[in-house]
C-alpha cells in the first residue's frame, strides 16, 4: 500500500529566478516552507512540489519564466510532479490571466502571498482548498525575518537584506512600481534584528537591497530615525556583520551624510552602487531621472573625495527612444571619463503599462546590440586597466567556497566586489578552506577578475 503523503515526505524543489530582490523572496518562501515541515531536492524531477519564482521586469525575464515553465509543465505532465507552484512578480503583473496561459500550474502565489506559502501548499495538497490564485495589492510593508537560517548553517558568507519594498519613483521605463506597490521600508529594528541572524549564523557580509536603497526611511514616521545613513549607523553596531554594502543607490537621492558614513566605516565597503542610466540631458528627462550630466560629475567628486578609494558601479540604459548618436558618444564619453569600475548595460524594451511605452521606438534591435558592445567594450578596457592596478597589493577577501568553474580554485571577493554581478578573487589551487575573511596577495588581472594566492596570517585583527 503506498505511504500516505506527509509534509514530511514531500520533497519541494525551488528554482528561482531574477534580481538579489526576487532572491531574498525566494529564502522567505523556502523559510515558510520549511516551517511547515516540507524538505527540499535540487532536482526538480525528484520533486512532488515544483516552485518558480519569476522575474517580469522586462520581456526577456518574462519569457526566460515562461520558457522554464514550460520545461517544468513536462514533470507535471507526466505525473512525477504533484503540484506546479509559480510565484512572485510575473503574478503581480499579469494576474489571472496567466491561468488559461498556464494550465498545468496549480497555484499561483503574487509577492504578498510568498510568506504564507507554506501554509497555502499544505491546505492544497490535503485536499482543503480549492483556492488556486493569491493575489493582493501591493501595500504591505514587507515584514521578513529570514528564520531560513534558523538552527542551520548558513549556505554563504554573505547575505542580500532587503530593507524596503516597492518604489515610489516614475522612471517612464518601469513596471516595478506598478508590480511591486509603492516604497514601504522595514522598520530600522526589524533590519537590525535580521542582521544579527544572520551574522549568528556565519554571515560575514550583507548587501542592502531595495528598490531604491537611497530612499529607505521616506515613509517612516520622523521619530523612528529612519533614514538609510541612521539605518547604516545602527547595523555598523551588529556583532559579526565585517561588511555591508550597498545596491541600488538613486543618483538624485544619494546623500552626503550617507557618502560621509561609507567614508568614515571601517565596515561600510567602500562601494557605491550608483544606476545613472544615461546621461544625455534629452533622454533623461525623457526617462523621468532627475538629473544631468553635470550633476551626475558633482555627485561623483563628492563621493571620490570623501571616500578615495571607492568602487563606483553603474548600469546604463542603450536604446530608449530618441536616443541619438549623439547621445550614446556623449554616454562613451562620460564613461570613458569617470572610469566606473563595474558596469552593466540593458537595451531598452518597451514594455506595457509604463509612461514610455506610448514612445515610437527609433531604435532598432540590431542598433540596440551594437550600442550595447560599444560600451560593453569600452568597458572592458577601463576594467582591465582598474584590475592591473591590485597586482602586487595585498587585500582582505571574503571566501565564498569552491569556484564554480574550477573544483581546484576557491572563489572570493575585494571589499570592492559585489556579490554576483562583479568580478571576482580566483584563488588557484588554494588548500580546500570553509567560506569566510582572509588575506590574499594579488597575482594577476584578468578582463573583470582577479587572480591572489592567500597569504598565511588571515583578516586583520
Ligand atoms: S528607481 Fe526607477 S528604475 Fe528603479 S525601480 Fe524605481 S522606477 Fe524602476
Known amino acids: 500500500m503506498a505511504n500516505r503523503p506527509t509534509k514530511e515526505n514531500t520533497t519541494v524543489c525551488l528554482i528561482s529566478l531574477g534580481c538579489p530582490k526576487n532572491q531574498v523572496d525566494s529564502e522567505i518562501l523556502s523559510a515558510a516552507l520549511l516551517e511547515e515541515g516540507f524538505s527540499f531536492v535540487a532536482d526538480p524531477a525528484q520533486a512532488d512540489v515544483i516552485i518558480l519564482t519569476t522575474c517580469s521586469f522586462i520581456q526577456e525575464a518574462v519569457q526566460e519564466s515562461l520558457d522554464i515553465l514550460e520545461e ?14 509559480v510565484a512572485g512578480c510575473l503574478i503581480q503583473r499579469y494576474g489571472k490571466d496567466l491561468r488559461r496561459r498556464l494550465p498545468d500550474v496549480d497555484l499561483f502565489l503574487g509577492t504578498e502571498a510568498i510568506e504564507g506559502a507554506g501554509k497555502i501548499l499544505a491546505r492544497h495538497l490535503r485536499g482543503q482548498s480549492r483556492q488556486s490564485f493569491f493575489l493582493s495589492p501591493v501595500l504591505r510593508r514587507p515584514k521578513h525575518a529570514r528564520p531560513l537560517y534558523e538552527g542551520r548553517q548558513a549556505l554563504a558568507p554573505w547575505a542580500y537584506v532587503k530593507i524596503a519594498e516597492g518604489c515610489s519613483n516614475a522612471c517612464s521605463y518601469c513596471t ?17 534584528r535580521e542582521a544579527a541572524h544572520l551574522a549568528r549564523q556565519g554571515v560575514e557580509e550583507i548587501n542592502l537591497v531595495a528598490q531604491d536603497v537611497t530612499a529607505y526611511g521616506r515613509d517612516l514616521e520622523p521619530n523612528r530615525s529612519g533614514s538609510l545613513a541612521a539605518l547604516l549607523a545602527e547595523l555598523e553596531q551588529v556583532q559579526g556583520v565585517q561588511w555591508i554594502r550597498l545596491l541600488y543607490c538613486h543618483p538624485a537621492h544619494l546623500d552626503e551624510d550617507t557618502i560621509a558614513g561609507i567614508g568614515n566605516s571601517e565596515k561600510i565597503c567602500p562601494y557605491v552602487d550608483l544606476p545613472i542610466q544615461h546621461v544625455s540631458r534629452s533622454i533623461l528627462k525623457a526617462m523621468g531621472r532627475p538629473y544631468d550630466e553635470e550633476r ?5 567628486e563628492s563621493i571620490r573625495s570623501l571616500c578615495p578609494d571607492i568602487a563606483l558601479r553603474t548600469t546604463v540604459m542603450v536604446g530608449f527612444p530618441g536616443e541619438t548618436e549623439r547621445d550614446l558618444e ?36 540590431s542598433e540596440k546590440w551594437d550600442r550595447y558592445d560599444q560600451v ?13 592596478g591590485f597586482l602586487g597589493t595585498s587585500q582582505e577577501v571574503l571566501i565564498e567556497g569552491p569556484h564554480e568553474e574550477d573544483a581546484l580554485s576557491l572563489k572570493a571577493r575585494t571589499r570592492y566586489q559585489a556579490p554576483e554581478v562583479d568580478g571576482c578573487v580566483i584563488l588557484p589551487r588554494a588548500i580546500p578552506r570553509g567560506p569566510g575573511l582572509a588575506r590574499a596577495q594579488i597575482v594577476r588581472a584578468r578582463t573583470y577578475d582577479l587572480e591572489a594566492e592567500l597569504l598565511p596570517d588571515g583578516p586583520p585583527a
Open 72 to 85: 517544468l509543465s513536462a514533470y507535471r505532465r507526466d505525473g512525477s510532479c504533484r503540484c506546479l507552484l
Open 296 to 300: 551626475l560629475r558633482g555627485l561623483i
Open 330 to 365: 556623449q554616454l562613451l564619453s562620460f564613461v570613458q571619463e569617470i572610469r566606473f569600475d563595474h558596469l552593466g548595460v540593458f537595451c531598452y524594451s518597451p514594455e506595457e503599462g509604463t509612461a514610455a511605452f506610448s514612445r515610437e521606438e527609433s531604435v532598432s534591435d
Open 176 to 192: 516595478l512600481p506598478k508590480i511591486r506597490g509603492p516604497l514601504r521600508s522595514r522598520p530600522p529594528e526589524e533590519i537590525v
Open 376 to 388: 560593453m567594450a569600452l568597458q572592458a578596457e577601463i576594467s582591465e586597466s582598474i584590475l592591473q
